[in-house]
């Protein structure tokens, strides 16, 4: 199932209003399923982490609680772009708006953060033009509601510059960049996400200027994530083994081979003691 959702005319009203109810009948502990989540992607077990999405996602619709489906679904997008799952991340997003015009969230915090995740699916999966209306709807939700120094603003402002770096807009996107690294400095354990934007830096300058113009960038943008990766994350550790998994592709294609069969190593390791 493809992307459906007519997007290049993106109309706000469609999904803001006067918020509905919480559901009335016995719902999902979302925070609890949550909780049973991350200790599947904590321990590698990645296969069993969209079984489990779905299995609840149902269980919600059947329970009538659409704040549950809901929650399940923005949960499924996130998986679907760890997995690579286009037809079901793209389905997700879908099911995902439809909620949210139906019950008019889109003004709240709780709405705009699950259209963030859609955008970002919409743009993993080939959709970046029509993802933008989207990131810039939830920026002005976000700049209504939120302390500018939430750690929400990181996450937007990363993907915000990851889209305009699939659009070439790269003068925008260290802009975003930029917003990012100083909303994630202001974050508790904000290293690892600052990590990952370094690399994704080096792989915009790379688009920009060609591979052998930005060396020395890509070496200083590496050589800081690198460092940034080195410390042991034990609060965080299952995530920081999915992270290190995916930066050492990275480290790997610009020569740093040591680094990158150490994250590997350090991955492995934490997947095995888990």
């Given at each position: 199932m493809d992307y459906q959702e007519a997007v290049c005319c993106f109309d706000a009203s469609a999904y803001i209003?006067?918020?509905?109810?919480?559901?009335?009948?016995?719902?999902?502990?979302?925070?609890?399923?949550?909780?049973?989540?991350?200790?599947?992607?904590?321990?590698?077990?990645?296969?069993?982490?969209?079984?489990?999405?779905?299995?609840?996602?149902?269980?919600?619709?059947?329970?009538?609680?659409?704040?549950?489906?809901?929650?399940?679904?923005?949960?499924?997008?996130?998986?679907?772009?760890?997995?690579?799952?286009?037809?079901?991340?793209?389905?997700?997003?879908?099911?995902?708006?439809?909620?949210?015009?139906?019950?008019?969230?889109?003004?709240?915090?709780?709405?705009?953060?699950?259209?963030?995740?859609?955008?970002?699916?919409?743009?993993?999966?080939?959709?970046?033009?029509?993802?933008?209306?989207?990131?810039?709807?939830?920026?002005?939700?976000?700049?209504?509601?939120?302390?500018?120094?939430?750690?929400?603003?990181?996450?937007?402002?990363?993907?915000?510059?990851?889209?305009?770096?699939?659009?070439?807009?790269?003068?925008e996107a260290f802009v975003y960049y930029d917003k990012a690294i100083n909303a994630m400095s202001q974050v508790h354990a904000g290293e690892l996400e600052i990590a990952i934007t370094y690399l994704n830096m080096a792989n915009a300058y790379e688009l920009r200027d060609g591979l052998e113009a930005s060396e020395g960038k890509i070496n200083e943008l590496l050589d800081k994530a690198s460092e940034l990766l080195s410390d042991d994350h034990g609060a965080q550790e299952g995530y920081y083994a999915f992270v290190l998994e995916k930066c050492a592709p990275t480290f790997s294609y610009y020569g740093y081979f040591a680094d990158a069969e150490d994250m590997d190593r350090k991955a492995k390791m934490i997947y095995e003691r888990s």
């Open positions: 209003g006067v918020p509905d109810a919480e559901p009335t009948a016995e719902g999902l502990n979302v925070p609890r399923l949550i909780a049973q989540l991350d200790s599947l992607y904590n321990t590698g077990r990645e296969d069993e982490a969209g079984e489990f999405l779905l299995r609840h996602r149902q269980r919600a619709r059947e329970l009538g609680d659409w704040r549950g489906e809901l929650s399940m679904l923005s949960e499924l997008m996130g998986h679907c772009r760890r997995s690579g799952d286009r037809q079901l991340g793209l389905r997700a997003v879908n099911e995902g708006l439809a909620i949210i015009r139906q019950h008019h969230l889109g003004s709240t915090v709780s709405g705009a953060t699950v259209l963030l995740n859609a955008a970002t699916t919409m743009k993993c999966f080939g959709h970046a033009a029509e993802s933008v209306p989207y990131f810039e709807h939830v920026a002005r939700v976000y700049a209504d509601n939120l302390d500018p120094r939430d750690y929400r603003f990181a996450g937007l402002y990363n993907n915000m510059a990851l889209t305009c770096v699939s659009l070439k807009r790269y003068d």
